[in-house]
């Protein structure tokens, strides 16, 4: 398979699911797979453990690779492997007839784990003859019986050691090391949804008080959070955040604090509790103000029987910050073009729209006639939106995230419409439509 299909499979597994709504976070519960094994287990006997280094042992015979190469995916480790010699970039090996592929989010560097029952993601592929692996992941195991990983990396050098098994008894075991310069992302979060990096912080200061919003999701903007899955706000009085423990049971009623959660996807799972109406919550917070912007916050609450932690030191961005409006483009691998028009089909229930393109191609997109209300939505949230374009078909059941935004002004017959995937497509439009009932 060419080398876009498997930087689709390594996007899907890694990237951002990242959301379900958009963006980029591994928020939804993982369920383990099963194949033929589906209560998991490990290899008995680790071959990688005994490998020299750029090595690896294919059903028993080892060999050495002659191309390692790193790369970083979103804010996931990853290294690509290649028995063939001079290959000088971690792409250019993706495209090697044979290669094995490994990655893991930042949660799983310097963990051995099981890949039958590890619920944080992680992805192996491998293109190797007779060790064939489309993509292994937390829900995707059906492909072998048997693995276990250890990812380690320190002073810029990222060395990878797995043993798998595959269906059928073949085993795959190998021992990468290569150099990259990478800044692992430390900073945690975790909710009903489990442990997850936490990609995003937002703060906000004013008369007073200060108001702090954490997600796992890879957005970029305030207004960006009503397209992530899942994420955890703080508010309190800002003489609280100053670097000591606050117990949230003892704040007096007057005082400022609320603490909540809100998931975009299934709201039952939202909450808020104040410091008026404490609900049974119970645990505290440690937050320090450092600079304008910058602060370390240790979050440690229990609600429902469930714990919402923060673990986080570094700069958040300001709710102030609109996201750049550009308007009548698209950027697609790359390479920007110009949308000259647009055309919108209305069905009872689900609307088509038509871009075209100024090198004569179009964009296709479905979306309920809801969604053309000026909300951002993310694939998650409807099985008909979709953006087709260049024979792919970005939607939620062709695993992809993606951020889709339509307002349609009925009386002056305008749309505008923007999407992104967060990898090689990008669009925005915003002008007069034809219309089709």
């Known amino acids: 398979m060419a080398m876009k299909r498997y930087i689709y499979y390594i996007l899907v597994a890694l990237c951002s699911l990242t959301l379900a709504a958009c963006g980029g976070d591994d ?14 287990g490990v290899v008995e006997t680790p071959v990688a453990a005994d490998l020299d280094v750029n090595s690896y042992a294919l059903a028993g015979e080892v060999a050495e690779f002659g191309s390692v190469k790193a790369m970083m995916v979103g804010d996931n480790l990853s290294i690509v492997a290649t028995p063939q010699a001079g290959i000088a970039s971690a792409e250019e090996i993706l495209e090697c007839g044979e290669f094995v592929y490994g990655a893991v989010n930042p949660l799983l560097i310097g963990k051995e784990f099981d890949l039958m029952t590890e619920q944080s993601l992680y992805t192996f592929i491998s293109t190797m003859v007779g060790a064939e692996l489309e993509s292994v992941a937390p829900d995707l195991t059906d492909e072998i019986e048997a693995g276990t990983a250890l990812f380690t990396y320190q ?49 906000l200061e004013e008369d007073g008080v200060t108001y702090l919003y954490f997600t796992p999701a890879g957005i970029s903007y305030f207004e960006e959070l009503s397209i992530a899955t899942w994420y955890l706000y703080l508010v309190a009085d800002s003489s ?37 109406d404490i609900q049974g919550a119970s645990g505290m917070f440690n937050i320090k103000r450092n600079g304008e912007g910058d602060y370390t916050a240790i979050i440690d609450i229990t609600y429902g029987g469930a714990s919402f932690n923060v673990a986080f030191t570094g700069e958040c961005v300001s709710a102030n910050v609109q996201m750049p409006v550009e308007q009548n483009y698209v950027v697609y691998e790359g390479e920007k073009l110009n949308l000259i028009g647009a055309s919108l089909i209305k069905a009872e229930s689900v609307w088509r729209v038509e871009l075209d393109v100024d090198n004569g191609t179009t964009i296709m997109v479905t979306a309920p ?6 909300n951002a ?23 992809y995230s993606g951020t889709f935004t339509a307002l349609y002004d009925e009386s002056g017959e305008t749309l505008s419409l923007s999407f992104t995937n967060y990898d090689n497509l990008e669009l925005s439009y915003a002008g007069s439509v034809t219309i089709n009932e």
């Open 27 to 40: 928020d939804a519960p993982i369920t383990p797979g099963g194949g033929d094994n589906p209560g998991g």
């Open 155 to 203: 002073n810029s050098v990222l060395n990878v050691k797995a043993d798998l098994t595959l269906v059928g008894g073949v085993t795959l075991s190998f021992h990468a090391e290569t150099t990259i310069e990478a800044v692992i992302n430390e900073n945690v979060i975790s909710s009903i949804y489990g442990e997850k990096p936490l990609r995003a912080a937002f703060y």
């Open 240 to 276: 609280l955040l100053n670097g000591e423990q606050v117990d949230i049971t003892a704040i007096d009623e007057d005082t400022p604090f609320i603490f909540g959660m809100v998931d975009n996807v299934d709201d039952s799972n939202s909450f808020e509790v104040a410091s008026a």
């Open 369 to 374: 006639a809801t969604f053309f209300d000026g």
């Open 377 to 399: 939505r993310g694939f998650s949230q409807s099985a008909d939106l979709t953006v087709s374009y260049e024979g792919v078909t970005y939607s939620k059941a062709n695993g």
